[in-house]
């Protein structure tokens, strides 16, 4: 299945995306995509819903506006460093353990909303990341358990503020966690419709120029390992999301560095799941 939140800005609806394109509104029958949503058995009764022919539901206008596809997350932890290429790019040694940090969820946003340049940001920039949505309350768990611990996959770009987040003492979080840093659709995907996250192209363009073209099999840390590592460190609850990583092609790593501006447009996609899309815009 294809989940969907769609509706104006925090009053999001639950919906889903047929397999022909078609976003069917869902909220007769599903308060939201939250914690409960996935602790309570929520998928299969969306599956069974959907499987009966979405009885009841509203057919949308395509063009509707879509939000994340899950209501804001107690956590939304990132992986640094994950891909050797932008490892390198970034400077410093390849990790020998992930790189944890967390982002503010305050900087989740919908798929195709604009990107906000906070006031004082000089170097903004993007990275494509395979993010994982929690299905069911993991705590130490093992990796060949893992995946049976996820509800699917979605997009997420991990927009970071390079200044404050190498130049500013402190942690990274600082330059990840503004508002709108964290834009995620235009779906989640059930791992019963994407059996292998370490299958996919990654890719972003900026302007229509191809900038990252990665694979996620490239992930030094992949996705089993990840959430088995995390669940030691911290209780992850249903609709907690993980970002991955990103491959390299990053405007930090270019030379010289290409960062984002005002008007600028960020297309990102992953395989078997879709694309998203930003417009930078100044902060008012």
């Given amino acids: 299945m294809k989940l969907i939140r769609h509706g104006g800005e925090g009053h999001e609806d639950p919906g889903v995306m047929l397999d022909d394109g078609s976003l069917i509104d869902a909220s007769g029958e599903f308060l939201d995509y939250d914690e409960a949503f996935f602790a309570c058995g929520g998928l299969d009764s969306l599956k069974s819903w959907v499987d009966g022919g979405c009885i009841g539901g509203i057919r949308l206008d395509p063009e509707t506006r879509l939000g994340a596809p899950v209501v804001r997350p107690s956590k939304l932890v990132c992986v640094g460093k994950n891909y050797a290429d932008h490892a390198k790019e970034f400077g410093g040694e390849v990790p020998d353990e992930p ?7 305050t900087s989740c946003c919908g798929p195709f909303d604009d990107v906000v340049l906070p006031h004082g940001s000089t170097k903004l920039d993007y990275e494509v990341e395979l993010a994982l949505v929690v299905g069911r309350t993991a705590s130490n768990v093992h990796e060949a358990d893992a995946l049976d611990y ?4 979605t997009v997420m770009c991990d927009y970071s503020e390079r200044k404050w987040q190498k130049e500013h003492c402190g942690q990274w979080m600082k330059g990840k966690s503004a508002d709108t840093f964290a834009p995620m659709g235009p779906c989640l995907v059930t791992t019963d419709e994407l059996k292998n996250p370490q299958s996919l192209c990654l890719w972003t363009k900026v302007n229509g120029e191809k900038r990252q073209n990665g694979w996620s099999g ?3 840390f992949p996705v089993a390992f990840l959430v088995s ?5 911290m209780t992850l609850l249903p609709g907690d999301v993980i970002a991955t990583g ?3 092609g990053v405007g930090m790593g270019m030379v010289p560095p290409r960062y984002l501006s005002a008007g600028d447009y960020v297309e990102l996609g992953i395989e078997g799941i879709g694309h998203i899309r930003q417009r930078v815009i100044p902060s008012v």
């Fill in 150 to 153: 996820l509800a699917g996959y």
């Fill in 246 to 248: 990103t491959p390299a």
């Fill in 218 to 220: 490239d992930m030094m």
């Fill in 229 to 233: 590592y995390i669940s030691k460190f």
């Fill in 99 to 105: 790189v944890l940090f967390m982002k503010a969820t």
